[in-house]
């Protein structure tokens, strides 16, 4: 799709993940802002678009309800806040969805439950029945016992996580400048907007300006990140302002916000889920031959061409496969434990045999299992 057929397409949307930061959520003038947001949202969600919402702002409500002037710098500091904060945060969504008669429901999750196989089953079953049921899903991490996303991404991660999950046609990320810049707006009035990435190379990355702020984490490079992630699953970002404009004109003006483009097509939630979520319990070093194989020619991995294994992996967990050099190349499902593979590595089929009694499979990891990174 190009891109300004990607512009009119978005009023086609069906789902749609929009992430706020907390400066929009708590700077002066929030509950204006809020309701604008919740207004827009509203008006997406009554013409048929599923919208989830992933909020920050735990932390920066409960540092106001502690008369805290500077975001804490000890994590179970940041931890209490939340934990004051993110009741103050759903009680204003509560009473804004209200004001346009939609339910909302609170969704609290870790970066563990995203990488246990069953615990994301489980969500995602949540998140539907949600979005049947009309409701608008409402998610942040559960700072009380999670601390990536406090320590550092805002929840960058976690809505490109969510986008991914839910399977959603766009993943926004408000924030409060327009999207990407070449050079910090704040500092340089010569500064260009960039209203379209078509990939997020390293080029596009040292563009990102880091500043953090008395309430927030996680600058433009943990955003560049999460516009990554969803964009090579095939899912096109927004990344825009939140804060002066509103979320219908995010979508809409290619001046208030920086598209960047899906790499691919839509990959299968199967195979999003190994190349961006889940957790490996080991790897696998690969030879020469086997690198091309599986890069070039889309082939399963077999034990001939396997050099190395690590880890103490079970039949069907993660594990990322390295070249000769230690890159990453790709990431998939084992079919046999660490201590089988290490057994057989290097053996052609027939050898298999012979050392393991029976052979359930003829492949390490299956094609359908594998993703290329
Ligand atoms: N979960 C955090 C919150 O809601 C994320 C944002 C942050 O670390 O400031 O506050």
Known sequence: MNCSLFRKEIKNVKTLVVKTGSRILTADGHVERVKRLVEDMAALHNSGVRVVLVSSGAIAHGMKALSLGKRPKAIPMLQACAGIGQNRLMNMYQNIFGEHN?????????????RSKKRYLNLRNTFFQ??????????????????????????????????LLVNADVYVNLTDVGGLYDKNPRDDKSAKHIPVVHSVSSGIQKMASDKKNDISVGGMSTKLKAAQIVTRAGIPALIGDGFDQRLLTVLNNENCATLFMPCE???????????????????ITVDEGACKAIIQKGKSLLAAGITGVNGNFKIGDMVDIFNIDGEIIARGMANFTASEIELIRGNKSEQIEEKLGAVKFNEIIHRDNLVVL
């Not at 939609?102 to 995203?114: A, C, M, S």
């Not at 049947?132 to 998610?139: K, L, S, T």
């Not at 939630?269 to 190994?274: A, D, E, L």
């Open 102 to 114: 939609i339910l909302i429901g609170q969704v609290l999750l870790t970066w563990d439950d995203l």
């Open 265 to 283: 097509k839509k990959m299968p939630s199967r195979r999003r889920w190994i190349a961006f979520t889940g957790e490996s319990a080991g790897n």
């Open 130 to 163: 949600l979005l049947d049921c009309g409701a608008i899903p409402i998610v942040n991490e559960n700072d009380s016992v999670g601390v990536e996303e406090i320590q550092f991404g805002n929840n960058d991660t976690l809505g490109a996580q969510i986008a």
